[in-house]
């Protein structure tokens, strides 16, 4: 049979670009704040080559987009994060990895390939690209050059997650790496200076995909959630990935360093609390609060994002994401779950100078409209709409270098105008997001839909490595 339908993840702003560029000054529409100084970098998906087989959004190499801000002033370059199967791919000339919906193959230089494609952060004066089956790689900035991957001195163990969580206080990050074999979680914790201190593996039933985790001042909070991985069922001709619906969501608590030895959770001290089914890609923030831990992220009833016909069965809700709420009490051992906001968003983000502690805002993107800031003190939001035939995705919060309050920054994000085909970083007030964008910066080479950013400020790029 002879198709002509378009992979939706290969069409329209999905699609790759294939020149890298680095331009001059770029127009402004508006006017760019100067106290606003430093480097947005954004990763996402842009395959190198004609993808072998059925392609998924998640498969295509790390390009990250950069946006250097300065004295008013913005310039843009694009860069793909060389990876090693980047550079055995750009070799050959063509793919030879296939994505996440085929049958992995044998291939000699490593059953998957780290793409190195999903989000960006910033620890011990380095940026890291981040791809949660793999090590990260160190990006030199504000070039945008790979250095290569990065194993802490040979003292990485596990896998390492797009979303590791970077204490504002203390300068610790944490991270966690899962897998389809046992161990299937390991978690670690790095000092401030870089230290790869500890890795330990916290016991799960079984394999699941786990895309993010929180942190609160004392603890560590993972997602045990029903999105499971099962060889046995591969074996069976069933899917090896599906979403079990009648399994339930299961968080668990642990002290931050209570993995170390003679630590309370190394006797057994991790708190497991259940709820129902439900899945949760991203995570806005947590914090205590008495004797509880509350937890807020964006929360789907089930997801299909692995689509097959056993895990798809009529779930009007599927794949709609929402902000929840869990609060966990760990004297009575007690769950409540509530739900914020019906209104669809993804990609939570909060003042990152609060990360753990409880914040009064939070922001995420609307699906399909435009930005949305909560205010948790009152139940109330605020949106920011990009405009009729415009779209854009996860905006980062920046905060003013001489802030004196929570929301004094700015929201950043790329924008997509699809009737002109043409993509704008936009910088938001978070302090007035209804307003038009205090400025539009428009890139000269469009920029296709990716995954997260991070703000690179002026202080770490002159102590960067
Ligand atoms: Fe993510």
Redesign the pocket.
């Known amino acids: 049979m002879v198709t002509t339908a378009v992979n939706p993840y290969l069409d329209g702003n999905f699609a790759p670009v294939h020149k890298e560029i680095t331009t001059d000054t770029l127009k402004v529409i508006g006017e760019l704040p100067d106290d606003l100084s430093g480097m947005f970098v954004r990763n996402g998906p842009n395959p190198q080559w004609k993808p072998i087989g059925q392609y998924h959004w998640f498969d295509g190499d790390g390009m990250l987009h950069g946006v250097r801000i300065r004295n008013g002033k913005a310039t843009y370059r694009n860069r793909y994060v060389q990876t090693k199967g980047w550079k055995i791919e750009h070799e050959a000339g063509k793919a030879l990895w296939n994505g996440i919906l085929e049958p992995s193959q044998n291939n000699p230089d490593g059953l998957y390939k780290n793409t190195a494609n ?2 960006l952060t910033w620890h011990a004066g380095q940026l890291l690209a981040l791809w949660e089956g793999g090590a990260p790689h160190v990006i030199k900035v504000p070039n945008l050059d790979t250095i290569g991957e990065y194993t802490y001195n040979g003292k990485l163990k596990s896998a390492f997650t ?2 590791p969580k970077v204490d504002p206080l203390t300068g610790e990050m944490m991270f966690f790496g899962y897998s389809f074999a046992p161990p299937y979680l390991q978690y670690s914790v790095v000092s401030a200076s870089g230290e790869l201190l500890r890795t330990v593996p916290i016991d799960l039933p079984m394999g699941v995909m786990m ?2 985790f929180a942190i609160t001042e004392n603890y560590t909070i993972f997602m045990d959630l029903p999105l499971t991985f099962s060889p046995q069922r591969a074996q069976r001709g069933e899917p090896g990935i599906m979403f079990e619906r009648d399994r339930p969501s299961r968080f668990g608590i642990v002290p931050r360093h209570g993995s170390f030895p003679g630590s309370a959770w190394e006797r057994g001290d991790i708190r497991w609390f259940e709820s129902p089914s439900c899945y949760v ?2 995570t806005l923030n947590a914090y205590e609060e008495g004797d509880e831990v509350v937890l807020i992220a964006c929360r789907m009833n089930s997801t299909t994002i692995f689509a097959s016909a056993q895990d798809t069965h009529a779930d009007p809700q599927a794949n709609i994401t929402r902000l929840y709420q869990w609060r966990f009490n760990l004297v009575t051992g007690a769950v409540r779950e509530e739900m914020l906001d019906d209104v669809p968003t993804e990609f939570p983000r909060v003042n990152e100078n609060l990360l753990g502690r409880q914040t009064r805002y939070g922001y995420a993107y609307k699906i399909g409209q435009g930005l949305i800031k909560y205010d948790f003190s009152n139940g109330k939001s605020q949106t920011h709409e990009f405009g009729r035939g415009r779209s854009g995705g996860e905006a980062v919060f920046v905060p003013h270098p001489n802030a004196t309050s929570e929301d004094e920054g700015w929201l950043i994000t790329f924008v997509h105008d699809t009737r002109e085909d043409i993509s704008e970083l936009v910088v938001v007030n978070a302090q007035d997001v209804n307003a038009e964008p205090v400025a539009r910066v428009l890139i000269p080479q469009r920029v296709p839909h990716g ?2 950013g991070a703000w690179v400020s002026e202080e770490q790029l002159s102590a960067s490595v």
Do not use: E, L, N, V
Request: proline share 0%.
């Open positions: 999903t989000a797009a979303h895309h993010d890609f991203h995954f997260h």
